[in-house]
């Protein structure tokens, strides 16, 4: 009876290693596939292509803060305005065949007639005086603006020197090719309406991107792909010959 009941117990011993040996054999299991499903994501996010290798949002992009929610419509009332304005200034100037000069001085003009009128005639009319309140420009956004001008001056200056120095053969192919597009454009135009144009791009096509965005980079990546396929060829075939001849010109 001693020896049935050791052998029976040795029995429950054994089955009951078995499936604490399943129960971590699936917790592992369970957990390896957690990682993987955790890593996954991660991995696919990584591979996914942005255009011009963007990696921020498109709010900080633009710079954030108010110009950048503007430009995406995040408050559609002061957007509209700006626009809305812009579009009318465009026909004022354009359509109108109104001049800057003639506006400036036509609005002076009624605006200090009314304030000189009403200022002498308030004793007849029973109307209190205007008051005309002291303006003073602020002094700090004028340096915001003119800091951020000098900012991107600057890195004008050093890309052109970049290209003036021979260092970069396909910047220097890239600038060439927008002054010739943005010459042919300027003779369609002028540059008021080139001005507007681009106001009207910078507020619908960031906010149409950001709305798109998913269907746009895939679309960006295959044309990016090609680009560089083609801008090999043309390496190949023309700007390394380009390179030898040169170097052959200065050797002799």
Known sequence: MAEHS???GSAVESMIEKISEKIHEHDSSSSDSDDDQSVSPLSVKAKIYRIF???????????????????????????ASVL??????WVFFELLEYHLLTLVCHV?????????????????????PPRIPEVHLPEEPFLQVAAALRIEINRGFVVLRDIMTGRDLKKFLIVI??????????????????????????????????????KVDPFAEK??????????????????????GSLKGKLA
């Not at 809305?84 to 200034?89: D, Y």
């Not at 009624?110 to 109307?127: D, E, G, V, Y």
């Not at 008021?192 to 681009?198: D, E, P």
Request: net charge positive; proline share 3%.
């Open 6 to 8: 050791e052998s029976a």
């Open 53 to 79: 290798g963007r990696e921020k949002p498109v709010h900080m992009v633009l710079g954030g803060g108010k110009p950048a929610d503007v430009f995406l419509w995040r408050n559609k009332k002061i957007s």
């Open 84 to 89: 809305g304005g812009a579009t009318a200034i």
């Open 108 to 128: 002076l003009i009624l605006a200090l007639a009314i304030l000189f009128l009403w200022s002498n005639a308030h004793t007849f009319i029973n109307k209190t």
């Open 177 to 214: 090719a927008g002054f010739w597009v943005l010459s042919i454009v300027g003779s369609w135009c002028n540059f008021l309406t080139l001005f507007y144009i681009s106001f009207v791009l910078l507020h619908t096509v960031p906010v149409l991107y950001e709305k798109y965005e998913d």
């Open 223 to 244: 044309a990016m792909i090609e680009i560089k396929k083609q801008y090999a060829v043309f390496d190949a075939k023309v700007l390394s010959k380009i390179r030898k």
